[in-house]
């Protein structure tokens, strides 16, 4: 049971962690663009891959449960944990609520005439800034899950 729970594991994780993490960075370009709708779609794509992100967590538990060599008190596995758990609170406290007020400035801009391509709108930058974080959390968590130190 442990190796499909595994595999299952790395699946999800490739389809459904991945999609979170890149999601935000094609936000940007539709930002830069000034596409309100893409931005907005995109805001709610990125919230249901990571709600579904839990998936992936539940399918580790399942498959630490059925090995006898680690449990929770191995380093990896709780640094593990915490790391995602902080991605996944970067991504819905701050990436996620970000693109929606983006979306919202750009079409009120839109309706308006006043939005010109090209040019950041507030909050571009929570957006860089909290996506590169819940990137490089997760590259880390991938490293500790590799090599498995301690």
């Known amino acids: 049971m442990e190796p499909l729970l595994s595999t299952l594991h790395i699946v999800t994780g490739v389809f459904i962690v991945g999609p979170?993490?890149?999601?935000?960075?094609?936000?940007?370009?539709?930002?830069?663009?000034?596409?309100?709708?893409?931005?907005?779609?995109?805001?709610?794509?990125?919230?249901?891959?990571?709600?579904l992100s839990l998936l992936v967590a539940l399918l580790g538990f399942g498959a630490l449960g059925f090995r006898d060599n680690v449990s929770f008190a191995s380093t990896w596995i709780w640094l593990s944990i915490v790391l995602y758990a902080a991605s996944v609170a970067v991504s819905l406290f701050v990436v996620i609520p970000a693109m929606k007020s983006v979306s919202e400035i750009l079409a009120e801009q839109s309706a308006g005439g006043t939005r010109v391509a090209g040019v950041k709108v507030a909050g571009y930058s929570r957006v860089a800034m909290g996506s590169g974080i819940a990137s490089l959390l997760l590259v880390v968590v991938v490293v500790l899950m590799v090599l498995k130190p301690l």
């Open 20 to 51: 979170m993490a890149i999601m935000p960075m094609s936000a940007m370009r539709s930002m830069r663009a000034g596409e309100a709708g893409q931005v907005a779609s995109i805001a709610k794509s990125t919230n249901i891959f990571t709600l």
